[in-house]
């Protein structure tokens, strides 16, 4: 079990290089000057090469990226273009908040999960049961191939339609 987890850890290092250096191009790609939107929009020719040169964006996109990459290996992610503030605070002031958002959505979508469950396991086969797993087997989550969720929701549906044929 170490193993597999030091494999997939192992792993993950050349992605996340690899989204880093996407990011990174991506932002470079975008249409606009970061130094002239620092500087503001009165700002002089002589301020905004200031402003470049303060940010490093007069440097080449090789050391631009090895600058970025050594900083983020050292917890510095810059500061905000817009609000002039490190980049860790801002991050700092919306993670709790963003925390209990997440911790709340997990409780509730939890005890729908496990009241929804109790309701198919008391009422086996029955309208609630079915209506359960054919919401289940239509997403089909990814786990089963496109051919073996039709079939299922085809017999799902089938049984649906026979039942409320029978009851009303």
Known sequence: MLQYLVKRLLGLIPT???????????????P?????????PDATPQTVALVRQDLGL????????????????????????????????????????TFWLTVTSMAWSVA?????????????????????CKRSYGRGGGLWDRRFRDRQSKRIFRRCARDIRRSG
């Open 112 to 132: 729908i999960g496990m009241l929804i469950g109790t309701l198919s396991a008391v009422w086996r086969n029955r309208w609630p049961d079915r209506l359960h």
């Open 58 to 97: 007069d440097k080449s996109l090789p050391e631009q990226f090895v600058r970025f990459t050594t900083g983020v290996l050292h917890g510095d992610f810059g500061r905000s273009l817009r609000t002039k503030r490190p980049v860790n605070a801002e991050i700092a002031e919306r993670f709790m908040p």
């Open 32 to 40: 606009g000057d970061p130094a002239r939107l620092a500087a503001g």
């Open 16 to 30: 996340l290089a690899l989204v880093a250096l996407l990011v990174f191009l991506f932002v470079h790609l975008l």
